[in-house]
Structure formats: C-alpha cells, structure tokens
C-alpha cells in the first residue's frame, strides 16, 4: 500500500516536472530593418552625430493603433540598421534630427504633412527616408594647417529647405576637433573646438557666404578629426547639420 | 429529536447575533471620527503634509522624495555644484506619479467631505474655509510638481469610486498643460481667499503661502509658454506638452499680481545686521524670520534628515559620510567681489602669467560678497571654529622668477609630478619646509589623489548648514533643521522676473522695469553686493543670474534653467572648473590654480529632458495616457 503510494507520488512528480520543459515562449526577433536618411540637398545619406544624432521611431501597430513607441539610434554617416525586429506592421519615422519633421502639425494639432512609412515587416526589409535639412553645411577648401598648430578652415551653410515655416535664425557654426573619428557635439576636445556664435539675425547675413574658422593650438605631433556644424534656433532637439569629417595631421617641427 | 431541539437552539442564536455583529470594525476609523473634532482635521492635515511633495534636504533626482539619502541633489545637475558620485546627467526623472494622485485623491476627499460636517464644528465658516484653503493649497501644490515634470496630466478633481465606476471611466486622459496651470490658478486663488494671514500651526498654508505658491507656478506657466518648443497634442487636438505663446504674458501678470499679495507682509531677513555675512547665515536658521511663507519642519530623533551629515567638510567628519556638496567655480564666479580676468574667470595669475600669491588663502576672498561667503566655504575660512584647510599639494620648485602655469590652459589631465608634493590620502606624510618646519601636503579637507572622500572644487557648502553641531552628530539621521520652501526673496526674483518678461513684451501699465529694479536691488542690498545704479541696467540675464546666487543649493535652479530652456545651452559636454589652492615651500605664501575639474567628468544635457517620461507601468495603467515626446 505504502509502495503504491510512493509510486503514484512519483509519478506525479514526473508529469509536473515534464509540464517544465514547454517553455512558453515566442522565438527571439529575428527581423533586420536598415535603411539610410537622405538628404535631400546631397542625395546621399545625412551627416549627424552618433548617440544624440537622428532616431527612428518605431511605432508597431500589430497590436495597438496608439503604443508605446520604441526608439533606435541613426549611426554618424546616416545609416540604420536594427538586427532585432519582430515581424509585423511598423510606422516608421526619423525623428529628432536636424531637418524639416516628417510629421508637421500645425499650432492646434492639425496635421498639415506626414511623410512617416507603414511597413509589414514580414522579411529583413530596407526602407529609405528623404528629409530636408534646415541647414547644408559644406567645405569651401580643404583645411590648412597653419605653423603655430592650428587648423583654419572654410565653410559656408546654405539654406537646405524652402519651406519659410523651417527657415529658422542661424545661431552659431562649430569647429569641432576630436583625437578620434566619433566627432560632433557629443563628443569633441573642448580646448581646440572654436563656435562661432550670432546673436538674432546676424547669422542669416552669412547664408551662402564664405566664413573662415580657425581652431586653437593643438598640441603634436598627431591626426585629429575635425567637422564643423552649423545650426538654426527653434530647432526643438538643437541639432547640428554637419559636414563630413576630415583627418588633419599635426606635425610640429621640432 | 433532542438533537433537532438543540439544532434550532444553536440556529437561533446564530441568526440572532448576526445582528448585533454588524458593528463598525473597531480597526478603522471612520468619517464620523476625523471630521468630529480639531484634532481629528489636524491629524488629517499632518497626513497631507507630510505627503507634500516638497523638494528638501531629503529629494534627490534618483531616489525621489523623503529618502535621506539625497547624494544625487538636482542642485549636482544644475552646475552649482559636483560631488564625487555624479559623473554623468539624466533627466532626473524618479516616476513621481502614484503618490501625487493618492495625495490629490486625499485632498478631494477632504473637499468633499469636511462641509457635510459643518455642524460639528458649531458652521464656524471662517475655520472650515482656513482648512478648505489648505486643502487647495496642497492639491495644486501637487499638481505644480507634476506639471513641471510632465506637462499635461489628468486633472481629478473629485474622488473616484470602484467598484462603482467602470474601469473604463477611471482611466481619465491627460488634460492639457495649459488647462493645469489653470487648474492651478483656480485652486490657488480660492486658498488666497478663503484662508486667513496666519497658519494654524507652525509648517501649514495660510493666505499668503498660496500666493507665493502662485507666483511661482504661474511664472513657471509664462516661461513654458515663452520659451518651449516642444508640441504634442492628443486626438482631439489637445495640447498635453507647451502652452501657446499667446499665453505668456496672461501668466506673467498672474505671477507678478500674486507676488503683490505678499507685499508689506513679508520682507528680507535683516535681522543679524551689521554683518551681513552672519545675517545671510542666519537667514536660514532663524525660525522667527520676517522672510519664511513656507517652511518644513523637522525635529530630532522623531522626523529628521542627514543634511549636515553629507555636506560637512571632510576634517569635521561624524561616523561616515561627508563632502558630497562641492561647489564649483563656475558658480563662484557670478559673484561680485573677486579679482577677475576680462572674460569674467577667476583671476589667479599676473600679466606676466605668473600665480599671484597670498600669505593667506582667505586673502584671495577678502572682498567677496558675503552671500557668497554665507553661502560657500572658502578654502582656508573658518567653520565650527575650525580652519577649513584645503590645499592640493606644496610646490617644492624655485619662486624667484615667479611661479610659471602648472598646467597648459584648458588642460584636463593630471598635474605632472616634478616639483609637486601630493597626498593620496588622508595619512599624509609631512614635508619639510626650507626653514624646517613641516607641513602636509593636502589639506585636512583634501585634495587627495587616492579618490577618496574630499572636496573636489576647493570649496564646500555652508548653506543650511549647522554650526552649532558636535562632530558626534555630523551623522546620519542626525538633523532637524527646518527647510524653507518659500521664502520672500524667492518672490522677490519672482516679480523681477516676471516684471521684466512684461517689460520686454511692451506692457506699460505699471512701470515694470523700475519695479524689477527696485525688487533686485533689495535682494543685492541685504546681500552685500553692488547695487544697481539705474533701470537701464537690466536685462533678463541679470535677473537670472540674480537668481542663480540668491537661491543656489535650494532644489530650485534645476526647475530655473529647465523652465527658460536654456539647460540644454548652458551644460553642453561641460566639464565644470575647480580652485587649487598650494603652497609655495620657497616663498612661504600660498598660490590658487583654477582650472577643469581633474575627474574630467562630462556633462551634457538632452533637450529631450524638458519634460520627463510618465512612468511605464502607468501607461499600461491608463491606456489612455499618451507617451510624452520623445520618450
């Protein structure tokens, strides 16, 4: 009798304890969204900074038509790309950038444009976004090294939209150096950095023109990275539109 | 039958003492016993204010309110000062939610419930419109704290049931933040007047605490809407983030017209004169100052903080804790009375740029304001009667050409080792000094290499704290001096502020400017520092900056530079800068290097960060609370 006992309690033992190895799960995201922000101005994709740059915001409406969004980072030279995506339907918008927003609404709410992008993600898939920059920052000249080690250089920014509603004041353009290639207003050296600041509507005087910036001493003999952003007020994240970013070699004869 | 007999027995008087059971549960105490008596309202009311959301000496950005520990101050991210744990920013957001609404839900009740027993209270309309006000006051209290962090969030304004309402009807969606700095104004202009001018008891509202609480709520409103960018708007087209700049200057009058309240009820603290040092001290320990609307009390062993125990300079260490409250000399540097270079900076160096030296260090600060003095110590002043003695290290080189830069300018790294003797910690070896007498290299405060505990900018906090402590008690849980919530000069900046917002929106009504003048000038005068000569001086940025030295170490700049959207501006990738004091063997004097603080730690502030994220859980919560941008 006690035997059985014993028996019928290990069996019971057994059968919870299979119950265990059906894990109740999902398989893990599998999915690959990449893609690239253009600009407009260039064709190609936009230059921004890494880690405080440009964010696509993913909405997925598998479930919900309002959800709690989630967000990924926009790499320097403009590229996506997320590795872990469930399949299913996306709204997809860049946001947080120093362009004209995809999703424009006016002072009441009204939506007056949305350029986001409602995919199935069923496969890796590759999506593109065009977008407007507020400023197009360019090299006039390579940079120059100057004897006492510092670096001038000259841009010019030119308005990157038409629509007067994004024209905003020009602020101020900044010679960013860094010891490493990640250069930007996240991460620049502040002893050799130079801003060059406007005050109300001065800067809008330098659209289109030539403006020279030269950096403070930087100490040899080495390769910095330099870059120079321009940016607009009113701009709600205060981005900057960049360059691209050059290696300059500093090398003091000693 | 017998059995049956005694079965019905047993039946009846179970049936019958049903009866007399429905009693009310002794455990719980009921309507009719806490709005029967005073008592039983200021027990009430101890509750409600005890659950106020009050930034003091026990709110940090990481742990949210009522946690001694507050290490992580929001007064380490607004630049007025670093300690060693904070290396990095956040948004400062600690999901300070459920607690508001349970506190709202609390002063509803309250509303709702205090007139249906009028009677016990002999219909006296004057107490129960004291205590309705109070009641108001601590519901818009609350939701000033949430506004400030959220935007727009769900205005309740009545007491919800379950399960008498759907759960459908209790997920209520978010209002608009205009409609809540309203809501504010409403709730607050019934307090003004339906409370009387004094407080019941010591630490509550009266009349003239909810317009303070006004003027700052509606100034904070004026600034969103001048200054913000940030939209986001529901389905129905709501507006749950920024308020339409139409608004501003609505709300800069409404700020500027309740300060006018307090006007002849209220003046600076000017009773420790002559000295205006000491009487800036005392500011903060008098309990019977002219200047306290709002105060939080606090009284050991039973309700206590750890202030002085955090914040006191490392030489005068109780058990345990100590610096955690440098002041940095970015911040130093706004005030008057320093030697300073043309760009504003400390000046420490001659023409030849060689260190100036000083046979003491206090030498350096002899003309210093006094509210700087009262509220930072110098290296080498005195505190609890003893020297505060910071020294980073003993320069051993010759002085006779003068003592060239430690370091290149703008250099982050570490100083080099030739010609400098440093400690790594507290157990210091002495140095022997050419004419033979010894001396440590570090102060008995720091600096020390090792990364210990001591200051890291040179300086310490004196704000607030106790001089008048044993070493003994400069332990945790050991404080009880009260907070000041609301003080007069904060009005002052208030008016000054919203004074000149008006003044530069072209409104001529009252002569705004000179009334700005004359509020700053009070504050400058009581502070020692140099007055303004002529309205003509003033721009926004001198009230602001006027702010920043006034109210420093308060829990209040965060709010300041969130709410003018200039933080974003203001500590972009920011290492902040530090004062060195050392000494020079050869000339026996002391000489100041200022420089970026050595930890090199960064700071930057996201713009994304003027509003906070509503916590998640929330969310899942109340469907229909919508996400604030960006978040």
Known sequence: ?254 | MKKIKYLLLVFCFSVLSCNKLDVPPMNIIKDQDVFNSVNGITAYMAKLYSSLPVEDFKYSANLGFNNWNFIANINMYSGEGVNKNISSLTNGNNGYWGAAFTLIRQADYFIETLPKYSANFSNNQTQINQWLGEAHFIRAYTYFALAKRYGGVPIIDKVQYYPEESVQQLQVPRNSEEEVYDYIGQDLDFAIQNMGGTSVQKGRANKYAAAALKSRAMLFAGSIAKYNSVQLFDQSGKRLQGIPSSKADTYFKASYDASMILQGHYSLYRAGLPDKYQNYVNLFSDDNSSENIFVKYYHYPDVVHSYDALMVPFQQTGPGYSSYCNPTLNYVELFDGLPKNADGTLKTKDANGKYILYQNRMDLFANAEPRLRATVIFPGDVFRGQVIDVLRGIYTGQVTNGISSLIPDGYTGTYPTTNLKTSSSNAQTPYTLPNGTTMNPAGLSGYFTGGGVCTRTGFFIRKYMNPNKAQADMALHHSDQPWIEMRYAEVLLNRAEADYELYSDGKTDIDYRQDAFNCINDIRDRAGAILLTDPTQLNINTIRIERKKELAFENKLWWDIKRWRVADTEINNKIYRVLNPFYAANAYAYFFDARFQESNATFTFNPLWYYEPIPAGELITNPNLIQNSGY
């Open chain 1, 1 to 254: 009798m006690k035997k059985i006992f014993y028996y019928l309690s290990l069996f019971a033992i057994i059968f919870t304890a299979n119950s265990c190895f059906k894990i109740d799960d999902v398989a893990a995201p599998d999915k690959v969204l990449t893609g690239n922000v253009i600009d407009s101005t260039t064709g190609k994709p936009i230059q921004t900074e890494q880690g405080n740059g440009i964010r696509i915001k993913l909405d997925e409406l598998s479930w919900s038509a309002n959800p709690i969004p989630t967000y990924f980072g926009v790499k320097q030279d403009g590229t996506f790309s997320d590795t872990k995506i469930f399949a299913g339907r996306y709204r997809i918008t860049p946001v947080d950038g120093p362009f004209v927003p995809l999703i424009q609404l006016s002072s009441t709410g009204d939506t007056i444009s949305n350029r986001s992008k409602i995919l199935n993600i069923k496969a890796s898939t590759k999506v593109n976004f065009t977008v407007e920059p507020f400023l197009k920052v360019e090299w006039v000249s390579d940079p120059v090294v100057n004897p006492d080690s510092t670096v001038t250089v000259q841009i010019k920014f030119t308005r990157g939209t038409t629509n007067p509603a994004y024209q905003f004041n020009v602020t101020d353009a900044y010679l960013f150096v860094s010891e490493n290639t990640y250069v930007g207003n996240n991460n620049y050296d502040g002893r050799y950095s130079v801003q060059v600041s406007y005050s109300g509507t001065a800067g809008n005087a330098q659209l289109g023109q030539p403006i020279t910036i030269k950096s403070k001493k930087m100490p040899g003999n080495r390769t910095y990275y330099i870059r120079v952003g321009a940016r607009t007020a009113d701009n709600v994240q205060k981005r900057y539109n960049y360059t691209d970013i050059k290696p300059v070699s500093i090398n003091l004869a000693k």
